[in-house]
């Protein structure tokens, strides 16, 4: 009896002072509030989101929201303050907001999170019908595999969404390449029927060629073949990306910078959560393989949040020292 009071006494003993040192050794979020996120609305940086909040919670000790929107008002709202960190921003598709609000102080680059690419696609049963069929330029006398519905005597390249910038590229290629008198450029309302009008073509295996951009799930999750273009030139690539170009020339598509972008006050007041920011990346074939599983496997964005961090520990634990990766490891394992 005696025996088993000092065993219980230690027991106790050590449980009080595992679990003091347990709550010693949790971590305390450098903000008394919640660590807003912008949740704009495409796949790549909602996952995005979703894998930096993850950590955010179980490794910094911090609570999170996520405002949703467009990128231009989730952009401003980081200017203003409602929003602390927009993790995606694209910065040549919106370089003239992007200039003000670094020249203005109000935001902050906290690191380069991937390089997107975009060009022109074909699925693979396309490219090994027309074994000729390996560059843009190679598109020359092969309207007829591709013809427009609404003008038969040509064929139809299926653009990005009326009204974005990319509009101005994929016309201009076309010029570049003098295909501009056997294929149109066809522009959906909106990017979900840019989407729909792709994968129906895949499903029902119809030749079919389109201007699309990595990381995404559309890309991903298809068997594609990517049209080759020359090597990039500067100046010709000024011209493309210009829409009073008068005389576009044959170029290359540079790769975009994507970088996370902080509210500068935010940046001030929270050092190890800008320290993390600041090394997140993932390579882009990696973001565009974990979308394409998301969409083949029917995952809700949360899910293939987990599924990256889980499969992948050697991507994110750079980003983070030693303690923070053990509690977001113990996290995913619970």
């Not at 009896?1 to 050794?25: D, E, V, Y």
């Not at 519905?149 to 064929?155: A, I, K, L, T």
């Not at 899910?303 to 961090?309: H, I, V």
Request: negative net charge; charged residues 25%; hydrophobic residues 40%.
């Amino acid at each position: 009896m005696h025996i088993k009071r000092i065993i219980s006494a230690t027991s106790l003993i050590l449980g009080t002072a595992l679990s003091l040192n347990a709550h010693a050794q949790s971590p305390t979020c450098e903000l008394d509030r919640p660590v807003k996120f912008g949740g704009m609305n495409w796949e790549s940086n909602l996952m995005l989101v979703g894998v930096e909040r993850y950590i955010v919670e179980h490794g910094f000790g911090c609570k999170t929201e996520v405002e949703q929107g467009d990128t231009l008002p989730m952009f401003a709202a980081l200017q203003r303050g409602d929003v602390d960190i927009n993790a995606e921003i694209w910065i040549t598709q919106m370089q003239e907001p992007w200039d003000r609000a670094l020249a203005a102080g109000k935001v902050k680059p906290v690191g380069t999170v991937f390089s997107g690419t975009d060009g022109w696609y074909v699925p693979r049963y396309t490219a090994e019908k027309f074994p000729q069929l390996r560059k843009a330029a190679d598109l020359k006398g092969l309207h007829e595999a591709f013809v427009d519905d609404e003008d038969p005597g040509r064929g139809r390249i299926y653009g990005c969404a009326a009204g974005w910038t990319c509009g101005t590229i994929n016309a201009n290629l076309l010029k570049a390449f003098e295909l501009q008198n056997e294929y149109l450029i066809y522009s959906p309302g909106n990017a979900a029927a840019q989407r729909a009008a792709i994968t129906a073509a895949y499903k029902r295996k119809k030749d079919i060629v389109f201007y699309y951009w990595t990381p995404t799930s559309l890309v991903g999750s298809l068997d594609l073949v990517k049209l080759d273009l020359p090597p990039v030139d500067a100046d010709r690539l000024a011209c493309i990306t210009d829409p009073k170009c008068e005389r576009p020339q044959p170029t290359g598509l540079a790769e975009y910078p994507v970088v996370t972008a902080v509210n500068t006050d935010f940046a001030q007041r929270a050092p190890k959560l800008i320290s993390f920011l600041s090394k997140v990346q993932v390579p882009e074939t990696l973001l565009t393989q974990t979308l394409g599983h998301m969409e083949r496997e029917g995952l809700e964005i949360e899910e293939a949040s987990l599924y990256f961090l889980k499969q992948h520990p050697q991507v994110w634990r750079k980003w983070v020292p030693s303690e923070v990766a053990e509690r977001v490891e113990q996290a995913l394992g619970s």
